[in-house]
């Protein structure tokens, strides 16, 4: 799947060397959703795949972001908003991970597992935070970069940078996005990332 997506990433590559912007995003935006759709209702190791692949969508786009026009602006800020939606979060992983555990594995072995873990606690713990913290920051990165798209296109089509994220709403988002950190609106994040120049 990581190979895929890197042949997504050439191929946007090439499109921008050829002046296509809006095909490279588009390019870009299939890797990222490549990256969603393989990873839907799979373990841990698939998720941290997912955000790798998702990794390399959102690099490109970035690249791409201040060369396109407000209509493509327009179409990937519906299609950043999409990928949100239906977005697994980090506790719909974990329980997809406990699901293919309990399926997998014999009693014996769950509860063998399980005393192992019991010796592993601490460091256990520490890699499911780090794990949650990956999830965290690559959903922080994608709405940056939603946010920071409909600002171009606001300042494209009304000449002038918004001056809130709120400005963008509901002409350009549908709502400022939460924030995956705090689970809070976005809005004094937002305040900063308007004025973010890719």
């Known amino acids: 799947m990581k190979q895929l997506a890197q042949a997504f990433s050439a191929e946007g590559k090439l499109a921008?060397?050829?002046?296509?912007?809006?095909?490279?995003?588009?390019t870009y935006?299939?890797?990222?959703?490549?990256?969603?759709?393989?990873?839907r209702g799979s373990t841990l190791m698939s998720g941290l795949v997912r955000l790798a692949i998702e990794g390399i969508g959102s690099t490109g786009l970035r690249s791409v972001a201040t060369n396109l026009n407000a209509a493509e602006?327009?179409?990937?800020?519906v299609a950043l908003e999409t990928i949100g939606k239906k977005e697994e979060s980090f506790e719909d992983v974990m329980k997809n991970e406990k699901e293919w555990v309990r399926r997998s594995h014999?009693?014996?072995?769950r509860v063998s597992g399980s005393f192992a873990r019991l010796f592993n606690v601490g460091s256990i713990k520490q890699l499911m935070q780090k794990a949650k913290q990956k999830?965290?920051?690559?959903?922080?990165?994608?709405?940056?970069?939603?946010?920071?798209i409909a600002a171009r296109a606001y300042?494209?089509?009304?000449?002038?940078?918004?001056?809130?994220?709120?400005?963008?709403?509901p002409d350009y988002l549908k709502e400022v996005p939460n924030d995956p950190i705090g689970g809070t609106n976005m809005v004094l994040k937002a305040l900063q990332l308007v004025s973010v120049r890719f």
């Not at 002046?19 to 588009?26: C, E, I």
């Not at 935006?29 to 990873?39: F, V």
């Not at 965290?136 to 946010?147: D, E, F, P």
């Open 155 to 169: 300042e494209l089509e009304k000449g002038q940078p918004p001056k809130t994220a709120l400005d963008l709403v």
């Open 106 to 109: 014999s009693i014996y072995r």
């Open 73 to 77: 602006c327009r179409e990937v800020i």
């Open 29 to 39: 935006l299939d890797a990222m959703k490549l990256g969603h759709e393989a990873a």
């Open 16 to 26: 921008e060397l050829e002046h296509r912007n809006g095909d490279a995003a588009r």
């Open 135 to 148: 999830f965290q920051s690559q959903g922080l990165k994608r709405r940056a970069l939603l946010i920071g």
